[in-house]
């Protein structure tokens, strides 16, 4: 079933029409850092707060400091009614994943997140895909950007759970795959 769906919307990416704004450019990270530079993983942040939409999530990383928490290796998560990460929190509970993503060859870059409840992603300083209200676990509508160049650009996930179950994990679509697929931890990091 899965498969099905991630072909579909493979599909949608490919044809372009999950995305009628136009080519999106993201900025890399200025200077490129080197590999020494690096850790790997997302660094974690917190908040607490009956969150109903990502924009809320987003104007409380702006106004109030959060809870630093471990960082992660990459976005596959599914806690059922657990626990978010080391939050100590099950629900009404926002995140803040920030890092950066590297991506080795120009060209067209497919997102989406599956998750419960809301989430938006940045990549570049382009909000690639989103889905804010709460809701069971879906797809969010898949968003596309244009790479001009290889290397690290900046990656920026806000996410809540408002209650019951909870899940995040994103996927994405290089330049030639056919599908999309989890982005591995491979690819992701953060300045020392
Ligand atoms: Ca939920």
């Known amino acids: 079933m899965r498969s099905i769906v991630l072909a579909v919307l493979a599909a949608l990416v490919l044809a372009g029409c999950a995305d009628d704004s136009g080519p999106k450019i993201p900025q890399p990270l200025s200077p490129q850092p080197t590999a020494a530079q690096m850790d790997p993983g997302l660094s974690v942040q917190f908040w607490k707060s009956p969150f109903n939409d990502v924009s809320e999530v987003e104007r409380y990383t702006q106004r109030y400091a959060g809870i630093p928490g471990k960082a992660v290796t990459m976005l596959d ?39 419960n409840d809301g989430v938006r992603v940045m990549v570049g300083g382009v909000t690639v895909t989103e889905d804010g209200e709460p809701h069971p676990d879906r797809w969010s509508r898949p968003g596309h950007i244009e790479v001009a160049a290889a290397g690290w650009y900046p990656l920026r996930v806000l996410y809540y759970e408002k209650r019951g179950t909870a899940v995040l994990r994103l996927y994405w679509q290089q330049p030639g795959d056919a599908q999309m697929s989890v982005v591995p931890a491979a690819v992701l990091a953060r300045k020392k």
């Open 77 to 115: 998560f599914d806690w059922g009614n657990g626990v978010v990460l080391d939050s100590a929190l099950a629900n009404d509970v926002g995140v803040e994943f920030l890092g950066a993503i590297r991506l080795d060859k120009p060209g067209r870059y497919g997102f989406t997140a599956l998750s």
